[in-house]
């Protein structure tokens, strides 16, 4: 049974730095996706970042250049590095693991944290 947990998250002013950790127990398959999402009030949940079996990065362009996806040894824990936050980057963070897709910021994955707040400050 695969069970990810989140940390990291809180409250910051705009201009102001994160760091979210996703750990991960149990067996996950290297073969697939493994990403970050977010829902904001009224939203829905939308990909934030991830990476697939290969290393390729992907990011929603919203975060282009201020997040950075990375993972630890194996595939026990995923980091979401958010640089540079405004206001609109407020919302719930997930993160998810054996994604499959066409694009690994789509929401197929079978395995999900709880999520962790990031609230934002103008």
């Known amino acids: 049974q695969v069970q990810l947990v989140e940390s990291g998250g809180g409250s910051v002013q705009a201009g102001g730095s994160l760091r979210l950790s996703c750990g991960a127990s149990?067996?996950?398959?290297?073969?697939?996706?493994l990403g970050w999402f977010r829902q904001a009030p009224g939203k829905e949940r939308e990909g934030v970042a991830a990476?697939?079996?290969?290393?390729?990065?992907e990011y929603a362009d919203s975060v282009k250049g201020r997040f950075t996806i990375s993972k630890g040894k194996g595939n026990n824990i995923l980091y979401l590095q958010m640089n540079s936050l405004k206001p609109e980057d407020t919302g719930m963070y997930y993160c998810?693991?054996?994604?499959?897709?066409?694009?690994?910021?789509?929401?197929?994955?079978?395995?999900w944290g709880q999520g962790t707040q990031v609230t934002v400050s103008s």
């Open positions: 149990g067996y996950i398959d290297n073969r697939y996706c």
């Open positions: 990476l697939d079996a290969d290393g390729t990065i």
């Open positions: 998810a693991a054996e994604g499959f897709g066409t694009s690994c910021l789509d929401n197929e994955y079978p395995y």
